[in-house]
């Protein structure tokens, strides 16, 4: 079977948005859009280099686009969407004088640090982060 530049960038194009859906990665639809500029080359009668340089051009370009334009991800430690205790809330009875304390979370004994601004007070506090055993309060 012969395969002409227009039908091979088409196809190429198809591979990727089907590697994409088997992956979930956003990326790989990026550099489809590279192949489909180049077989767009292709239906313009360009050269195979000139193919080449569009689907390197728009699909880096796409690539670095998506990239700087994806929202950073907080670290999993402060992510409430990988830690569900982010965002809870627990009762301080006490702080201790270097900015610790031990609450009752989960039916679990914790220890506790204060990251807020200011003095810490006893009372309500929201769980800001986790750093393994050690829950970071905050108001």
Same mark, same amino acid.
């Given at each position: 079977m012969?395969?002409n530049?227009?039908?091979?960038w088409?196809?190429?194009?198809?591979?990727? &948005?089907a &590697?994409?859906l088997?992956t979930g990665t956003?990326y790989?639809?990026?550099l489809a859009?590279g192949?489909?500029?180049a077989?767009?080359?292709a239906?313009?009668?360009?050269?195979?280099s000139?193919?080449? &340089?569009?689907a390197?051009?728009?699909?880096?370009?796409?690539v670095?686009?998506?990239?700087?334009?994806?929202?950073?991800?907080?670290?999993?430690?402060? #992510?409430?969407?990988? #830690?569900?205790?982010i965002?809870?809330?627990v009762?301080?009875?006490?702080?201790?004088p270097?900015?610790?304390?031990q609450?009752r979370?989960?039916?679990a004994?914790?220890?506790?640090?204060f990251?807020g601004?200011g003095?810490?007070?006893a009372?309500?506090?929201v769980i800001r982060?986790?750093?393994?055993?050690c829950?970071?309060l905050?108001?």
């Amino acid at each position: 079977m012969d395969m002409n530049a227009t039908t091979f960038w088409w196809v190429a194009c198809g591979v990727l &948005v089907a &590697v994409e859906l088997a992956t979930g990665t956003f990326y790989l639809l990026m550099l489809a859009l590279g192949a489909a500029a180049a077989a767009i080359a292709a239906h313009l009668g360009l050269g195979s280099s000139a193919q080449i &340089v569009a689907a390197a051009v728009v699909g880096g370009a796409a690539v670095i686009a998506w990239h700087l334009r994806r929202p950073k991800s907080k670290p999993a430690s402060r #992510n409430a969407d990988v #830690n569900l205790d982010i965002g809870q809330s627990v009762q301080v009875t006490q702080w201790n004088p270097d900015g610790s304390t031990q609450v009752r979370y989960r039916g679990a004994d914790w220890q506790a640090r204060f990251i807020g601004n200011g003095t810490p007070e006893a009372g309500h506090h929201v769980i800001r982060a986790v750093e393994g055993s050690c829950l970071l309060l905050g108001h």
